[in-house]
């Protein structure tokens, strides 16, 4: 299991910085009960600092790789980011299941990381709000006690339910809103919509729903439908990449989830070429590379030929949106202008 976490390391380096686990220390931290560790204090969404980003101020998610932005749409559409797992660290505190919103350190690796190098991708398709939260640690995704990890994921969603309802009540005006997330947030996304999306007049706001990186099962969503093309809105799209004829341990809950291809943007089970790559995003930020590699949706896992054959990296999650950065933010821009368009 811990083999994973090397792995990651690897592929962390070259896509979002994030720092690798302390195995042996971590594992002596976790091994306390969730109740019996004092849990961080519940942020305040009212005051900024408790934003990884707000559309008032220059943010990490503001630049641009090719350091163009078109803000003509995403002035009229906002996009709630639920930013996936940064809290790997060996915890220096006693909240060790889940973060402090005022970890210094912890912050600008977030916003070093996945505000830069994931959310960036939606600032040509709305304003960008993204809270931070006290998300739970990684280690809760690989407990062998699943209550802890129900409860530590708990505490991180009632974070995430706060910040939504003030960004509703302070900042949304009745916008379009797109729900973009990764990882760890599409676990809150995916939650965020049963809650205020099902069968609810906020449904009506909803461009679409980016839940990157978590397998989302076909029939777990009936109140929104799967996205089949490039335009369609008020969907959900979501992906999770592999290196091609791999199959992950956990494959069941892949195979009856929905996924779709990035390069094209349909759950079609063929090849789609590296030329239909609009650019892959890796570190440098500044550095755009088109055609980086191909994909290819098969049986609720997304394949892809290793762009690093020096690397024995088979699951490439961390790069779900990085692998295909310009083709996300050309596609949320779009889904944003056709919304509009529908609208009026």
Known sequence: MFRNFILICLISILFTSCCCIRVKQTQTFMHQPFEQVKAPPAPDYSQSKNWAALPNRNDACDQSPDGKTDTSIAQMVDVFWIHPTTFTQAPKQNFCWNADVNDVELNLKTDNSTILYQASAFNSAGKIYAPRYRQAHLYAFFTPDKSLKRKALRLAYEDIKTSFEFYLKNYNHGRPIIIASHSQGGLHAFWLLRDYFANQPLMKQLVAAYIIGMPIPKDSLNFLLPCKDSSQTKCYLSW???????YPPNYNEYAVAYCVNPLSWNDVEN?????????????????????????????????????????????????DINLFYMNVKNNAAFRSKIFLQRKN
């Open 240 to 246: 999770y990449t592999f290196k091609e004829n791999y």
């Open 271 to 319: 090849n789609v070429g590296k030329q239909f790559n609009e650019g892959a995003v890796i570190k440098p930020f500044g550095k755009i590379k088109p055609k980086f590699v191909g994909a290819k949706v098969n049986k609720g896992l997304l394949w892809i030929k290793s762009p690093f054959p020096f690397l024995n990296i088979k699951n490439y999650h961390i790069g």
